[in-house]
Each structure stands twice: as C-alpha cells, then as structure tokens.
C-alpha cells in the first residue's frame, strides 16, 4: 500500500514562493506516474501538473506554467513541486497522487492519494 506524507504548505504573500514535497512509503514510486491536484473551496480538485515514473516528461496546467516546476527523487522516494511567483488565485489545499503506468490522465484515474496541505496565498 503506497502512502504520502506531504509537507512545505503555508501563508505566503503574492509573489512569494513555496516547495511542496510528498514522501512516500510502503511500495517504490519507480513505477508510478505522480500528479499534484488542488482544490479550492467551492471548486472542484484539479491537476496542476505531473511527472512521468523517470522524470523526463512533464505537464502542467496553463494557470502555472513557467511558475511552477514539479521533480522527482526516486532515490529518496519523494516528489516536489516547486511553485514560484503565487498568485492568490493559487490558494488551495494541494494533493499529490499516484498512478500506476505511463500517462498523466486525470484524477479519476489516481490510485493513492496523500492528506493534503494547505497554500494560502494573501497579503
């Protein structure tokens, strides 16, 4: 059974930047695509960007491209997301998520889902 403990979440004023990180443990993340989905109230869970099982394919949703960058250190079993120059717009409570296979999909196609962290985006 594959678990996540995310972490990196928090209040951070427009422009400001924040690292997510989501580790895993229970089973190897080598074969598992990672998402990283958000949700904000009254919204519903969208994904915000994913990682191939090397690392060498990557997507992210038009609202943060070229501001966030996701990663992945197989060797630590742990994904990032690296999210520069927040916008209010960004404040959710983020999810990483696996897949087992090679495409990103969609959520509903997410077999394990980590707890979640908060990004509060605010002056």
């Known amino acids: 059974q594959l678990q996540f403990v995310e972490s990196g979440g928090g209040l951070v004023q427009p422009g400001g930047s924040l690292r997510l990180s989501c580790a895993a443990s229970?089973?190897?993340?080598?074969?598992?695509?990672i998402g990283w989905f958000r949700q904000a109230p009254g919204k519903e869970r969208e994904g915000v960007s994913c990682?191939?099982?090397?690392?060498?394919?990557?997507n992210y949703a038009d609202s943060v491209k070229g501001r966030f960058t996701i990663s992945r250190d197989n060797v630590k079993n742990t994904v990032y997301l690296q999210m520069n120059s927040l916008k209010p717009e960004d404040t959710a409570i983020y999810y990483c998520?696996?897949?087992?296979?090679?495409?990103?999909?969609?959520?509903?196609?997410?077999?394990?889902w980590g707890q979640g962290t908060q990004v509060t985006v605010s002056s």
């Open positions: 998520a696996a897949r087992y296979g090679y495409q990103c999909g969609n959520k509903y196609d997410y077999d394990y």
């Open positions: 229970g089973l190897t993340l080598d074969y598992y695509v």
């Open positions: 990682i191939s099982t090397s690392g060498g394919r990557t």
